[in-house]
């Protein structure tokens, strides 16, 4: 199952599109990874690394760039044994 979401036409750069969210019942801290769904780095979008949040790198153009983005969020629990957690988000321009 994917999530999707959509990016509105001519939003600006830094446009915040989701904010991913994850809990550790143990309380260990909690860290973002986003990669495309091939698995290499996204040229459109970056998440915080702290905060979970993907903001949009550049302004998309709509008659070129694809109409869907393939994303996935890898939560990592910094604990013992560390332990990791992926979501699978699909952005919609």
Known sequence: ??????????VCMCYSV???KALSHQGYPLS????TESGSQSNE???DHSSGVVDLLRILDYEKDPQQYHLKVKVIENG???RTSTVNVCIQS
């Open 32 to 35: 973002y990874e986003l990669t």
């Open 45 to 47: 979008f970056a998440i």
């Open 1 to 10: 199952m994917k999530n999707l979401f959509l990016v509105e036409y001519n």
């Open 18 to 20: 989701i904010a991913i």
């Open 80 to 82: 013992r044994p560390a």
